[in-house]
Every structure is written in structure tokens, then in C-alpha cells.
């Protein structure tokens, strides 16, 4: 599996907020191939490369966070707060970095991640990884564009109504105006699509494994679409993409910003 370099200020860990951290487990392990490792904190692997984490909690909804690769995890909290945000959890070590876990001048939920050491790689862009980060948006998205555009320095254009995260001429993020569809009660929220070989035969795993089917198969402009919760509740977002087909060919080094 290839491993691409993210750069300050771009989509670079997810964890799952769950109630039952072992039947999460379980279920991503039978749908997406993972190997999650036993503990407190569970980091979910993919040919040995840490993808994701899983973190016991009783007090919120069950719920992915999406988090934001930091160089001083200290400087970007007190940053959220000037910007109009919240620290939610302050900064604390685990297993590979340093995380805080913070919320946005519309109420949706984001983290910070500095990890140990100097590296900064991340598995992406095939099945078994997060492929897109996207944020849904129910109140003023220029406001809200406005404060993770000043958080991360993101170059953010308007794609016809969707709002593009760029770095150096390609798009890492996106930012959807949802205020027509979901009520402006609703806060905004993050969520990482998730890459399958295969929606269809996916489809049927998901039900088999304890979750169940919310939305599609579905074509967009990312591939074809599967919104599922999971057994516990959380709600996962699965694109469809090919199977890398050549790995020799790229380096540890290269960006994920040219997947």
C-alpha cells in the first residue's frame, strides 16, 4: 500500500466515536478489511498502515470525526477559539500524536492531529481508506468558509455552489451548502468517504454485519455512492473506487494531493 504525505492543514486521521468499540470492530473489519488491534484506543490498520481510530464513549451520538493534520497543536486550539470555534477536548497524547477534538464556528465537529515525530504519511484514495472529506454545511457557509479558510491558510474557489479545499491546484476538501436540504437546526457536520472495491457486493455485507442501508447506490461526482449506519449508529459514507494498479510505482513520499 502506498503512502502519500499530507501537509499542514489537510484531512489526515478519522476515529469513530462509539459506544461499542468492539462490535464497531467487528463490522469494519468484515466491510473494509481492517485489522483493529485490542485496547482502549483502537487503531484500525490496512496492510500493516494505520487508517483509522475507534474511541469508547456513553455521553454523544456515535459519530466519525474527521481531523486536520497540525504542527503546533496549541497555536490551532487557541486559533479555533479566536476564530469563533470551540475546543471541545483539549489536546492529549495517544499511541502516534497529540489530538484535540474541537468544533467549528457552525457547531460541526473536527479535530486536530500532530503526530510524533517529523513524517506526516497517510493511506488514501483506495478501498479500505478515506477517498474524500467533505463538509456539510446548514448555516452560513461563506462564515464558515471563511473560518477554516483563516484556521488551515486553505485556498478555498466555489466549483458551481461547492466549495473546493485547494493546495497547489487540487482539491483535498469540500464544503457543501446544505442549507436547502436539512434543516438549519441540524449542526454542520464532517464526514470522510470511505473507499469499496465494490458498492454492490458491499451492500449486501453491510446487513449481514449488523448495519443497514440509508441512502443508494447512488452516482456522483466522487464515483458511485452508499450512505450506511453502522451497527452502533454512526452514520458512514462508502465510495466506489478502483484498486491501486501499480503500487511499485509510487513513492512513500508522494503527495496525496496528486490521487
Same mark, same amino acid.
Given at each position: ?22 462490535? +464497531?470492530?467487528? @463490522? ?15 487503531? !484500525? ?22 481531523? @486536520?493534520?497540525?504542527? /503546533? ?15 471541545? *477536548?483539549?489536546?492529549?497524547?495517544? #499511541? ?6 474541537? !468544533? ?18 497517510? !493511506? ?15 448555516? /452560513?457557509?461563506?462564515?464558515? *468558509? *471563511? @473560518? ?8 478555498? =474557489? ?29 449542526? #454542520?457536520?464532517?464526514? +470522510? ?15 449481514? @454485519? ?9 452516482? #456522483? ?7 450506511? =449506519? ?5 452514520? =458512514?459514507?462508502?465510495? %466506489?473506487? /478502483? ?8 513513492? %512513500?513520499? /508522494? ?5
Amino acid at each position: 500500500m502506498p503512502a502519500f504525505e499530507a501537509r499542514e492543514g489537510m484531512p489526515y486521521w478519522i476515529d469513530l466515536l462509539s459506544s461499542e468499540t468492539r462490535k +464497531s470492530a467487528y @463490522f469494519y473489519s468484515r466491510i473494509l478489511g481492517w485489522d483493529v488491534q485490542e485496547g482502549d484506543y483502537r487503531i !484500525a490498520r490496512l496492510q500493516g498502515m494505520p487508517v483509522a481510530g475507534m474511541v469508547p464513549q456513553d455521553t454523544m451520538p456515535d459519530a466519525w470525526v474527521t481531523y @486536520f493534520l497540525s504542527t /503546533d497543536i496549541g497555536r490551532d486550539a487557541q486559533r479555533v477559539a479566536e476564530l469563533g470555534g470551540r475546543v471541545l *477536548a483539549e489536546p492529549q497524547q495517544v #499511541s502516534l500524536g497529540t489530538m484535540a477534538l474541537c !468544533a467549528d464556528n457552525a457547531g460541526g465537529w473536527f479535530g486536530l492531529f500532530q503526530p510524533e515525530g517529523e513524517d506526516s504519511f497517510v !493511506a488514501a484514495g483506495e478501498p479500505g481508506t478515506p477517498v474524500w472529506h467533505e463538509c456539510t454545511c446548514t448555516g /452560513d457557509v461563506e462564515k464558515l *468558509a *471563511a @473560518f477554516y479558510g483563516e484556521l488551515f491558510n486553505w485556498d478555498i =474557489v466555489d466549483n458551481d455552489g461547492y466549495l473546493l479545499a485547494m493546495q497547489d491546484g487540487a482539491a483535498f476538501a469540500g464544503i457543501w451548502d446544505a442549507r436547502e436540504q436539512i434543516p438549519a437546526d441540524v449542526p #454542520s457536520f464532517w464526514r +470522510s468517504y470511505l473507499g469499496v472495491a465494490n458498492v454492490a457486493e458491499t451492500c449486501s455485507r453491510i446487513e449481514e @454485519f449488523g448495519g443497514e442501508i440509508l441512502r443508494g447506490p447512488e452516482n #456522483s461526482p466522487f464515483g458511485l455512492l452508499l450512505t450506511a =449506519v453502522d451497527p452502533t449508529g454512526a452514520v =458512514v459514507t462508502l465510495c %466506489e473506487v /478502483d484498486e491501486p494498479v501499480d503500487e511499485d510505482t509510487l513513492d %512513500e513520499g /508522494d503527495s496525496i494531493l496528486h490521487l
